[in-house]
């Protein structure tokens, strides 16, 4: 036995001619707070469809709270609480009826039931609203009676897609406060998706990041940033012929940091930015470019999926977006 909340076997699924999710392995410790980073169409949602019973896998298997979600998928279910990408609540219904439903298609008895529902409305500040009917609930709202919902029947585990998707920043950061909450105080297992890199950034103690089905790298938001060794320095250059100049410098000599380009923006990661700035700049005025621009940040997570798939996550949707990346390191093999 693993005795891990969520642990896959290479677990896939296949559409006809897409895999959306290709052979994952992941681990999730009891009492984490676990994303899942990808940008669109990267197989979050599948992945997680599949985790909570509603998809069965193409091949590969895996075990939710030590329940096989094949074999046990009863139990499974009883496990885990889900709020969905999109909204499954019925708008015609009030808030405390949508959650009744929920009740009693878990089978909670009625005292109980009712006891529930004004525990988890409270949790959510929903108290006031409970007998409004949901379309009249404004957007955060129904997210946080969709967190309710998920919470009624006291899962281990609750798997939440894309919690904050289209929410305003007030609402973002206040889910985001629930979110936390829920994983500290009432020590509830959360698996979230995002493609939002702060969100990923400020909630998750680890994470994965996923493209195209694959997990590209995991670790906690400090390790993925320090793997990429150093500090990033942007360069923004008035023409794209510029920027395809400096890279052909970079492959033609040995400098410091590895090196990428968008547009008319080069990437640079160095372990000590502040001293490559005036070697950059030297080698710039040197082959005639004209910057418009210096700047010098920690990584971000948006670098870190730069870095592993060689364009950001806000432009994968696009091949448009895609970028060139090339990386030169000075100690080879490191
Ligand atoms: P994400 O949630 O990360 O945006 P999804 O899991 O929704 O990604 O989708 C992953 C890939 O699988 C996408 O290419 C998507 O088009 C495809 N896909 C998802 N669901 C289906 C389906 N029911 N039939 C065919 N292809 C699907
Ligand atoms: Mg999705």
Redesign the pocket.
């Known amino acids: 036995m693993i005795d891990a909340a969520i642990h896959t076997e290479k677990i896939t ?1 296949k ?2 001619g ?4 290709d052979s994952v392995d992941i681990t999730v410790e009891k009492g984490e707070l676990f994303g ?1 980073l ?12 599949m985790l909570s019973t509603m998809l069965r896998p193409t091949s590969g298997n895996a075990q939710v709270w030590d329940y096989d979600i094949k074999r046990d998928a009863t139990k499974v279910r009883k496990s885990i609480g889900v709020v969905f ?1 999109d909204t499954t609540l019925d708008q015609k219904l009030t808030g405390r009826e949508n959650l009744d439903l929920h009740g009693r298609l878990y089978g909670l008895p009625k005292k109980s039931r009712h006891q529930r529902i004004d525990e988890v409305l409270e949790l959510v500040e929903l108290s006031e609203w409970a007998d409004e009917i949901v379309q009249k609930y404004s957007g955060g709202m129904m997210r946080r009676l969709e967190i309710a919902r998920g919470l009624m029947h006291h899962p281990n585990v609750l798997f939440m ?2 919690p904050t998707l289209g929410l305003d920043p007030q609402t973002r950061n206040h889910i985001w406060d629930y979110i936390k909450e829920l994983n500290r105080e009432k020590n509830i297992t959360i698996i979230l ?1 995002t ?1 939002y890199m702060e969100e990923a950034d400020r909630l998750c103690n680890r994470l994965a990041i ?1 493209d ?2 694959k997990i590209i790298t995991s670790g906690t938001p400090m390790e993925l940033k320090s793997s990429l060794g150093g500090d990033i320095l942007n360069l923004e250059f008035t023409t794209n012929e510029d920027t395809a100049k400096l890279i052909e410098h970079y492959s033609a000599n040995t400098l410091a940091g590895s090196i990428s380009a968008s547009g008319n923006t080069v990437q640079i990661t160095t372990a000590e930015g502040e001293r490559t700035i005036p070697d950059v700049l030297k080698v710039t005025s040197q082959i005639g470019l004209d910057i418009q621009s210096v700047s010098l940040h920690k990584p971000t997570l948006d670098d870190v999926f730069l870095h592993y798939t060689g364009k950001g996550i806000r432009d994968s949707d696009t091949d448009a977006g895609k970028i060139k990346t090339m990386r030169r390191r000075r100690h080879a093999g490191k």
């Open positions: 699924k559409y006809d897409v895999t959306a999710v899942l990808g940008p669109n169409g990267a197989g979050k949602s599948t992945l997680i469809g990408q897609d894309e998706t493609h996923i195209h089905g």
